[in-house]
T-cell receptor, first 115, second 116 residues
């Protein structure tokens, strides 16, 4: 079993739909992240949870709603998305705080297409 | 402000050629970490190496080597005798500690195509 697991791997949704992305980490880490990867753009940090508390919301529109029920699970709830929200959404985890030294472990991502 | 620049969007080489991926970073922090990640077609980012700002020693791991130069704010990655399996997108990243978590700043990536 991989360290960080994301489901589903692919998702197509209409602009009026509501869906959720799930991330689970089996590494015993206490910090989890959502990143958005659009074509030809740097990875954009969306949210950070540390010890289940949201510590960063990087000016993300409210149509994206994160949830972290425990340190092993992270969700991203989606509603009334726009076509420009189509991207690869990556979840990551790391052990914090370590002064910036630890690497983040990434899942395989969810390829989201909004039609 | 923190920033990572990977000026090479895409590189194509023939198998067994050497290739260097460039990374230039900007930060005012004195303590920071630099990373390289590989993203194969399957999607996940795979950690390759970490370097802290106080350690400029170059590193070699098999066919991979990294050249960290603080004077030019660069952290370049060289693959020797490239192979088709090296084809992927490679990301350079800068990490600084903010409050109680790592904040990563990623470059836009370099897509490496290794042709047989």
């Amino acid at each position: 079993e991989t360290g960080v697991t994301q489901t589903p791997r692919h998702l197509v949704m209409g602009m009026t739909n509501k869906k959720s992305l799930k991330c689970e980490q089996h590494l015993g880490h206490n910090a989890m992240y959502w990143y958005k990867q659009s074509a030809k753009k740097p990875l954009e940090l969306m949210f950070v949870y540390n010890f289940k508390e949201q510590t960063e919301n990087n000016s993300v529109p409210s149509r994206f709603s994160p949830e972290c029920p425990n340190s092993s699970h992270l969700f991203l709830h989606l509603h009334t998305l726009q076509p420009e929200d189509s991207a690869l959404y990556l979840c990551a985890s790391s052990q914090e705080p370590t002064g910036g030294s630890t690497e983040a472990f990434f899942g395989q991502g969810t390829r989201l297409t909004v039609v | 402000a923190q920033k990572v620049t990977q000026a090479q969007t895409e590189i194509s080489v023939v198998e067994k050629e050497d290739v260097t991926l460039d990374c230039v970073y900007e930060t005012r922090d004195t303590t920071y970490y630099l990373f390289w990640y590989k993203q194969p077609p399957s999607g996940e980012l795979v950690f390759l190496i970490r370097r802290n700002s106080f350690d400029e020693q170059n590193e070699i791991s098999g066919r991979y080597s990294w050249n960290f130069q603080k004077s030019t704010s660069s952290f370049n990655f060289t693959i020797t005798a490239s192979q088709v399996v090296d084809s992927a997108v490679y990301f350079c990243a800068l990490s600084v500690s903010i409050y109680n978590f790592n904040k990563f700043y990623f470059g836009s990536g370099t897509k490496l195509n290794v042709k047989p």
